[in-house]
C-alpha cells in the first residue's frame, strides 16, 4: 500500500539522481518524471490530488528542513531563506514562488492558510508555474539536505529517513 508521503519521498530521491541537474528537457528529469506521473494520475482521475498533495508534501518537507538548518546553525529561518535567495540570485535561478512559499509556510498556522491561498491562485493563473514550484521545492530540499550532511549535523541517509518519519506524521 501506498502512503501518503511516498511520492513526495520519491521526488526527493529524484532530486539526488544526477540526470535532474544534467538533463537537457524536462521529460529526461527524473524530478520532472515524478511530477509528471502525478498529473498524468490527477487527468486520469479527473482532479489534481496528486499534483497537490505532492506540492503540499514537498513544501512541508521544506519548511521543516530550513528550520532544522536554522536551528542548527543558531540563526532564524529568515536568515536561512535570505542566504537562498542571495545564492539564487548569483546564480541566476529563479526562486520567487519558492521564496514566497517558505516564507508564509514559516510563520505558523496563519502562514499555512496564506500558504495555500498562493498555491491555489497560482495553479489556477499558470499551471505550469505550479509545477515548476513542486520542481523547485525538491531541488530545494535535495540542498538542505547536501547542508545538513556538510555542516556535520546529519548524513543523507539520516536525513532521509528523518524526512520520511515526518512525512508520514503529518499525512496522518
Known amino acids: 500500500m501506498t502512503s501518503l508521503q511516498d511520492p513526495v519521498m520519491d521526488l526527493v530521491r529524484a532530486s539526488f ?6 538533463a537537457r528537457t524536462r521529460t529526461e528529469s ?3 518524471q515524478v511530477v509528471i506521473r502525478a498529473a498524468e494520475a490527477d487527468l486520469a482521475a479527473g482532479g489534481a490530488d496528486n499534483v497537490n498533495m505532492l506540492a503540499v508534501g514537498a513544501g512541508v518537507a521544506a519548511a521543516g528542513l530550513t528550520a ?3 536551528k542548527e546553525r543558531d540563526v532564524d529561518t529568515a536568515a536561512i531563506i535570505a542566504e537562498f535567495e542571495k545564492g539564487a540570485a548569483i546564480h541566476g535561478i529563479p526562486h520567487d514562488p519558492l521564496v514566497k512559499m517558505l516564507k508564509t509556510l514559516l ?3 496563519t502562514g499555512m492558510e496564506q500558504t495555500a491561498e498562493f498555491m491555489v491562485h497560482l495553479f489556477h493563473d499558470d499551471e505550469e508555474a505550479f509545477y515548476d514550484l513542486i520542481v523547485d521545492l525538491a531541488h530545494y530540499i535535495a540542498t538542505c539536505v547536501d547542508l545538513l550532511a556538510a555542516h556535520g549535523i546529519s548524513n543523507r541517509d539520516d536525513t532521509l529517513e528523518a524526512l520520511d518519519d515526518m512525512l508520514e506524521t503529518f499525512f496522518a
Do not use: I, M, Y
Open 17 to 22: 539522481d544526477p540526470a535532474a541537474k544534467t
Open 30 to 32: 527524473p524530478v520532472c
Open 68 to 70: 532544522w538548518l536554522a
Open 107 to 109: 510563520t505558523g498556522p
